[in-house]
């Protein structure tokens, strides 16, 4: 028969193509369950609101579901996700200037000022930076990581981290001189 040799397909062919369909969802799975309490914390850290922060877990692992070659090019996900997941808060700050972010300069005077507009205007003044010195100041700042995590983190010299998270503090600390009573 001419039409079930070229028309149809056997059930062997069949799960071949669904097992290799599945492959990458699967994987993707293993590193979900393992690492989405840590893609939740980073981005709730940055944002301050638990719902932007489901928002930038699921912005995290959809971008994985569609580009499948980044999951498996990852060679630390931990890592990669938390880096991710700094990334896409930080986008998420860009767009809603007002969130509520835990404050991260030490030491501010901001006696005078409310503090949710302290708050707000940290959130502008961090949307407003480069993406790798908003990525390194939230590892240092909200992540709590130290100069030397960082440093391996991204492949880059512990001096240059630091120089980084100086220039970063100088910048946001210039932005806010209102409420940190000018003392920049």
Known sequence: MCKARYGRRNLQSVLREEEAAIAIPGELERTFRAHHGLVFRTAYRITG?????????QTVFLRLLRKPEQLEAMENAESYLR??????ALDVIRLRR?????EVLEPMDHSAHDDGELRQALARAL??????PAEIFALRFLEGLSNPEIARMLGISQVLVAVIV???????????GAY???RS
């Open 83 to 88: 880096r991710a997941a700094i990334n896409a």
């Open 49 to 57: 609101n638990a719902a932007d922060a489901e928002d930038v877990l």
């Open 127 to 132: 949307a407003q930076l480069k993406p790798r």
């Open 166 to 176: 100086h220039r970063t503090r100088q910048q946001l600390r210039k932005e806010l």
């Open 98 to 102: 007002s969130t509520d972010l835990e």
């Open 180 to 182: 940190l009573g000018d």
